[in-house]
């Protein structure tokens, strides 16, 4: 699923496709926002893992990775 976490005093959010459910990824965010130093982890699937601090998280985007089609599509 991809994730999208706003970045205060940035103009691009950091953009990932993790393998947790939705409800793992709103849970890490729960508890990394429970304290000014805490932080907010997260691991893609190709392993990569994201570290932002809490006190600068602007939003997080949470949904369903989009299905990629490969070739042309033409309308019905």
Do not use: C, W
Not at 15 to 40: F, I, N
Not at 46 to 57: C, E, S
């Amino acid at each position: 699923m991809e994730v999208k976490i706003g970045v205060l005093h940035t103009a691009r959010e950091i953009v990932l496709d993790s393998p947790q459910t939705p409800e793992e990824v709103e849970h890490a965010v729960a508890e990394a926002l429970k304290s000014v130093d805490g932080q907010l982890v997260l691991v893609e699937e190709k392993g990569r893992k994201v570290i932002v601090p809490a006190n600068l998280v602007a939003y997080v985007d949470i949904a369903q990775a989009d299905t990629r089609r490969v070739g042309f599509a033409t309308a019905p």
